[in-house]
């Protein structure tokens, strides 16, 4: 089938759709183009086309100008390309990038509406609180929210860090840096002044050398070292001037500074954010992987806290999470914040130890060339998505709409290309937290998201290889995880391979501990994915993913001794209450242990949940089931299945029903 240029009486061009041939490639190829050529002319294409002219010249011009086009369009086949990518509003699916919302005095009346309007993960900046506890009221808000909604939404705790700043200014709240003028930098606690910056930072004043550069005030400002004068001060020369106010930052790009990531206020903030069960906390100024695991050795030891205190009858705190409610080994999920050039010396090792990674693109560009900040971008996602864990890209994503209600067009790409590079979610700061619009600013990024995701999905399917997910098996991260089972990343591989050649409607995965569901995620299927789980810290903790739609569902919770749900990512023998100790202890969940049973009670609990409306899924739509090993559930363990959405429901009605006609014929033949 193709479009034939056809030239007939009255100085008519009639663009005509006839069939060909099979052998008629070229033609096919032609009119192809021809097609395309019309449309990016904006022309209507029905079963016929026409283009008038009422004079030869005018004729003759218009077929050179449908030549021209048909050879502009066939080059666009040659590459790949076609017009639907210029339409791919109209191939909108279900937002699945995410989307990281910081609250502020902007956003916490607005918690509600925000979570509607497509926050999925709400930032808590702890930077500016002084008292950690005045975050709880904020904390209850969201997770009434959440519940009153039916949607999963996590929570992200953002630590200050050892942010190096300069000291207050006396007689006048600022001073002014001249270029070329020469400036001390001091250690010291009290004030600076005309001719003095101070800084309480020792660190910074006894490491750095001459020749090094300082930046102030995010960069804005630019010093470099002249002279050595004592251990705890240095001369500087102003190479790019303005006025620097108090409490201002102070940047060293030239050297690594001696200083813990976790400070003493960020050990408290976190011992707060433990207490409440956030499921991440974000670790600002991350330079070494040491930092992170003084954080998770910090996480260690308020769990052995807890457990001592249970040992002697002290009850846990009651953040409004119950305890069957986290998995066995729960803790806050930790985010590595790069910032620095120093961490990407040893980024490997940073992304291993750490839960995620978010690409913190402000002190990125401060301390680092501007111009390499898309590099780096591009280079920690890619890097972040082969290890399997989640990436958030952060900062002035849409900046100026914290004054405007639109955002410039420059904004909308920086969002979209994170989108394309494969990020898991995208973050909202100042736009969300003090601006004037931060329902209006989520709406656009959650447009932008859906519309730059639909372009994705029609680029792969034009084969160009989008840069989202690759693993070589002597990569770094290849099966260094903790509770991996063996055939995992195969599992994964297979089911999305099944689900896309099956066209299915949307992958259901069962997690018990979020892994099969990140391996799916980062394979980034055309379809949504449903993973379905029966704790609650892991339904709200899947709410980072992208294309990840969290049900929480009982078709895998059992119960231990103790009443808490059991490890199912280890192999051993799992110590189950017996069936006659279970119906004595109140609230435990049944023991369930037939496969069948397992899917049916999963399929019901998923058509009850928001999941269904958001992915559009239906009875009888085709699903791919994953799951990956679940010790009690050896039926269940690593097992792909294609199926009807709703088979498994019928199934056990049916099961039920030829028992129960069974039991009845029994009793009847005892009778007799």
């Given at each position: 089938?193709?479009w034939?240029?056809?030239?007939?009486?009255?100085?008519?061009v009639?663009?005509?759709?006839?069939?060909?041939?099979?052998?008629?490639?070229?033609?096919?190829?032609?009119?192809?183009?021809?097609a395309?050529?019309?449309?990016?002319?904006?022309?209507?294409?029905?079963?016929?086309?026409?283009?008038?002219?009422?004079?030869?010249?005018?004729?003759?011009?218009?077929?050179?100008?449908?030549?021209?086009?048909?050879?502009?369009a066939?080059?666009?086949?040659?590459?790949?390309?076609?017009?639907?990518?210029?339409?791919?509003?109209?191939?909108?699916?279900?937002?699945?990038?995410?989307?990281?919302?910081?609250?502020?005095?902007?956003?916490v009346?607005?918690?509600k509406?925000?979570?509607?309007?497509?926050?999925?993960?709400?930032?808590?900046?702890?930077?500016?609180?002084?008292?950690?506890?005045?975050?709880?009221?904020?904390?209850?808000?969201?997770?009434?929210?959440?519940?009153?909604?039916?949607?999963?939404?996590?929570?992200?705790?953002?630590l200050?860090g050892?942010?190096?700043?300069?000291?207050?200014?006396?007689?006048?709240?600022?001073?002014?840096?001249?270029?070329?003028?020469?400036?001390?930098?001091?250690?010291?606690?009290?004030?600076?002044?005309e001719?003095?910056?101070?800084?309480?930072?020792?660190?910074?004043?006894?490491?750095?050398?001459?020749g090094?550069?300082?930046?102030?005030?995010?960069?804005?400002?630019?010093?470099?070292?002249?002279?050595?004068?004592?251990?705890?001060?240095?001369?500087?020369?102003?190479?790019?001037?303005?006025?620097?106010?108090?409490?201002?930052?102070?940047?060293?790009?030239?050297?690594?500074?001696?200083?813990?990531?976790?400070?003493?206020?960020?050990?408290?903030?976190?011992?707060?954010?433990?207490?409440?069960?956030?499921?991440?906390?974000?670790?600002?100024?991350?330079?070494?992987?040491?930092?992170?695991?003084?954080?998770?050795?910090?996480?260690?030891?308020?769990?052995?806290?807890?457990?001592?205190?249970?040992?002697?009858?002290?009850?846990?705190?009651?953040?409004?999470?119950p305890?069957?409610?986290?998995?066995?080994?729960?803790?806050?999920?930790?985010?590595?914040?790069?910032?620095?050039?120093?961490?990407?010396e040893?980024?490997?090792?940073?992304?291993?130890?750490?839960?995620?990674?978010?690409?913190?693109?402000?002190?990125?560009?401060?301390?680092?060339?501007?111009?390499?900040?898309?590099?780096?971008?591009?280079?920690?996602?890619?890097k972040?998505?082969?290890?399997?864990?989640?990436?958030?890209?952060?900062?002035?994503?849409?900046?100026?709409?914290?004054?405007?209600?639109?955002?410039?067009?420059?904004?909308?790409?920086?969002?979209a290309?994170?989108?394309?590079?494969?990020?898991?979610?995208v973050?909202?700061?100042?736009?969300?937290?003090?601006?004037?619009?931060?329902?209006?600013?989520?709406?656009?990024?959650?447009?932008?998201?859906?519309?730059?995701?639909?372009?994705?999905?029609?680029?792969?399917?034009?084969?160009?290889?989008?840069p989202?997910?690759?693993?070589?098996?002597?990569?770094?991260?290849?099966?260094?995880?903790k509770?991996?089972?063996?055939?995992?990343?195969?599992?994964?591989?297979?089911?999305?391979?099944?689900?896309?050649?099956?066209?299915?409607?949307?992958?259901?995965?069962?997690?018990?501990?979020?892994?099969?569901?990140?391996?799916?995620?980062?394979?980034?299927?055309?379809?949504?994915?449903?993973?379905?789980?029966?704790?609650?810290s892991?339904?709200?903790?899947?709410?980072?993913?992208?294309?990840?739609?969290?049900?929480?569902?009982?078709?895998?919770?059992?119960?231990?001794?103790?009443?808490?749900?059991?490890?199912?990512?280890?192999?051993?023998?799992i110590?189950?209450?017996?069936?006659?100790?279970?119906?004595?202890?109140?609230?435990?969940?049944?023991?369930?242990?037939?496969?069948?049973?397992?899917?049916?009670?999963?399929?019901?609990?998923?058509?009850?949940?928001?999941?269904?409306?958001?992915?559009?899924?239906k009875?009888?739509d085709?699903?791919?089931?994953?799951?990956?090993?679940?010790?009690?559930?050896?039926?269940?363990?690593?097992?792909?299945?294609?199926?009807?959405?709703?088979?498994?429901?019928k199934?056990?009605?049916?099961?039920?029903?030829?028992?129960?006609?069974?039991?009845r014929?029994?009793?009847?033949?005892?009778?007799?």
């Amino acid at each position: 089938m193709g479009w034939l240029i056809k030239r007939v009486s009255l100085g008519v061009v009639w663009f005509q759709f006839v069939h060909m041939s099979p052998g008629c490639g070229a033609s096919k190829t032609l009119s192809g183009a021809a097609a395309t050529a019309m449309h990016i002319q904006g022309r209507e294409l029905g079963g016929n086309a026409s283009i008038a002219s009422h004079s030869r010249s005018s004729r003759d011009k218009t077929v050179d100008e449908a030549h021209t086009l048909v050879a502009s369009a066939t080059r666009m086949q040659a590459t790949g390309l076609s017009q639907d990518i210029f339409h791919a509003d109209q191939h909108l699916e279900e937002r699945r990038t995410k989307i990281v919302g910081t609250l502020g005095p902007a956003s916490v009346p607005k918690i509600k509406q925000l979570i509607e309007a497509g926050v999925n993960v709400f930032r808590l900046n702890f930077s500016h609180v002084a008292d950690p506890n005045s975050q709880t009221s904020v904390i209850e808000t969201i997770r009434a929210a959440s519940a009153e909604l039916a949607l999963p939404v996590a929570i992200l705790g953002d630590l200050c860090g050892p942010k190096i700043r300069c000291n207050t200014f006396a007689p006048n709240p600022s001073i002014h840096l001249i270029p070329g003028s020469k400036i001390r930098i001091v250690y010291s606690s009290g004030p600076g002044d005309e001719s003095t910056i101070t800084t309480s930072i020792s660190q910074i004043v006894n490491a750095i050398q001459v020749g090094h550069r300082v930046l102030l005030n995010d960069g804005s400002l630019k010093l470099v070292v002249t002279e050595r004068v004592s251990q705890d001060e240095v001369l500087c020369k102003v190479l790019v001037g303005g006025e620097l106010k108090a409490k201002k930052g102070i940047n060293v790009p030239d050297m690594a500074i001696a200083l813990p990531a976790l400070t003493e206020k960020d050990a408290c903030d976190a011992r707060y954010m433990y207490k409440m069960r956030l499921d991440y906390v974000a670790l600002s100024f991350v330079q070494r992987p040491e930092d992170v695991q003084d954080l998770l050795n910090l996480f260690e030891t308020l769990k052995k806290e807890e457990e001592e205190a249970r040992l002697i009858g002290v009850a846990p705190f009651d953040c409004g999470i119950p305890v069957d409610g986290l998995e066995e080994d729960w803790r806050p999920h930790i985010i590595a914040k790069i910032e620095t050039p120093h961490s990407l010396e040893v980024i490997d090792d940073i992304i291993h130890v750490a839960d995620g990674i978010m690409v913190a693109r402000g002190d990125l560009g401060v301390e680092c060339s501007l111009e390499q900040v898309p590099n780096i971008q591009k280079t920690l996602i890619r890097k972040t998505n082969a290890a399997d864990k989640p990436v958030i890209t952060a900062t002035q994503m849409l900046e100026s709409m914290i004054n405007s209600p639109v955002p410039t067009r420059a904004e909308v790409s920086d969002v979209a290309n994170a989108v394309f590079d494969g990020t898991d979610a995208v973050m909202l700061s100042a736009e969300c937290a003090t601006g004037d619009f931060p329902l209006e600013t989520v709406a656009m990024m959650a447009s932008i998201c859906r519309n730059a995701e639909a372009g994705s999905r029609i680029l792969q399917g034009k084969g160009f290889s989008m840069p989202l997910y690759k693993r070589d098996k002597v990569d770094l991260f290849y099966g260094r995880k903790k509770h991996v089972s063996e055939f995992a990343h195969c599992m994964a591989d297979a089911a999305v391979a099944a689900a896309a050649e099956a066209s299915a409607t949307a992958m259901l995965v069962f997690t018990t501990t979020s892994e099969m569901p990140i391996f799916v995620s980062k394979r980034r299927p055309t379809m949504p994915v449903i993973a379905i789980t029966p704790t609650g810290s892991i339904f709200r903790r899947l709410a980072l993913l992208y294309g990840i739609h969290p049900v929480l569902s009982n078709g895998l919770r059992i119960t231990t001794r103790h009443g808490s749900i059991s490890r199912l990512r280890l192999d051993h023998e799992i110590p189950l209450v017996p069936q006659h100790e279970q119906r004595q202890v109140e609230g435990m969940a049944p023991k369930l242990r037939h496969t069948d049973s397992i899917l049916a009670l999963t399929e019901k609990d998923v058509l009850e949940s928001a999941s269904a409306k958001q992915t559009g899924l239906k009875v009888g739509d085709a699903v791919c089931y994953c799951a990956g090993f679940h010790g009690p559930f050896p039926g269940l363990s690593n097992t792909i299945k294609m199926s009807r959405f709703g088979d498994a429901i019928k199934s056990e009605t049916a099961h039920a029903h030829w028992s129960e006609s069974l039991s009845r014929m029994a009793s009847q033949l005892s009778l007799h």
